[in-house]
């Protein structure tokens, strides 16, 4: 069994609405017998999980994991198309791992759990439209001309996004 929900969600409280860019929220995910709360900055993670659809992802490499505490920016990754996040080092990790038309969840304990591609996907794009959702009915981000360059990544990340979600 795997399901990921969110609660809480909203900016930092000593943010202004339209500049945190850093969606946060009560993050809960449910892998097999063992669940996992946190924190997190929960924009991140639904990238993290889109990218998680079609990439297998190995805990511990990299970012801080699927439910990261903080976002400090956003950045262009090689690839020109795609964008990562620098993350502390504090947050919950697992691995995916796609094998035979199915996805394989790990978890740090060692315990996994098989389900197929299809109830992966319905679970991501669940996730990440509560996001979206959230986003869109919230004020539009504003950027000073000194954050050009952050406002660039975060369109990229919008388009990344959107993209893997298999939206315009």
Excluded at 8 to 21: I, N
Excluded at 30 to 45: D, L, M, Q, Y
Excluded at 47 to 58: A, E, F, G
Aim: charged share 30%; proline share 2%; aromatic share 12%.
């Amino acid at each position: 069994m795997f399901k990921i929900f969110v609660t809480d969600l909203g900016w930092l409280e000593k943010c202004v609405p339209k500049e945190d860019k850093c969606l946060h929220g009560n993050a809960t995910a449910i892998i097999g017998e063992e669940t996992f709360g946190f924190n997190a900055v929960v924009s991140s993670t639904g990238l993290y999980l889109l990218k998680s659809l079609t990439q297998d992802h190995v805990m511990n490499r990299g970012a801080s994991g699927f439910l990261p505490c903080c976002g400090h920016f956003i950045y262009q990754h090689n690839d020109k198309d795609s964008v990562e996040t620098m993350d502390c080092p504090n947050g919950i990790d697992w691995s995916v791992i796609h094998e035979d038309g199915k996805v394989k969840l790990v978890t740090e304990s060692g315990a996994e759990t098989v389900i197929s591609i299809e109830e992966y996907t319905k679970i991501v794009h669940d996730f990440c439209d509560i996001i979206e959702d959230y986003y869109i009915n919230s004020e539009p981000k504003v950027f000073d001309k000194s954050e050009k360059e952050e406002e660039k990544n975060y369109k990229l990340f919008w388009k990344e996004w959107h993209r893997r979600r298999g939206r315009k």
